[in-house]
C-alpha cells in the first residue's frame, strides 16, 4: 500500500507548492485577499490547491 502513496504525496506536494507559487506571484486573487486563500491551500490538503486553481484565481 505504501508504494501507491507515495505518488499521491508526490502529486499533492506539487500541487501545494504550484498554487502557493501562483498566489503569490498574483497580483488579483477572488475575494480580494490572499491570506484568506494561503489557508485554503495549506489547511485543505489536495482539495484546496485544486479549488484555489479552479475557483480563486482571477482571469485576465
Not at 504525496?9 to 498554487?19: K, Q, R
Not at 491551500?41 to 489536495?46: A, E, K, N, P, S
Amino acid at each position: 500500500m505504501l508504494p501507491f502513496l507515495i505518488p499521491i504525496g508526490i502529486i499533492e506536494f506539487g500541487l501545494l507548492a504550484f498554487a502557493l507559487f501562483d498566489l503569490v506571484r498574483r497580483e488579483v486573487v477572488k475575494g480580494g485577499k490572499k491570506w484568506p486563500w494561503a489557508l485554503v491551500i495549506v489547511l485543505f490538503g489536495i482539495i484546496g490547491p485544486i479549488v484555489y486553481l479552479l475557483i480563486g484565481r482571477e482571469q485576465y
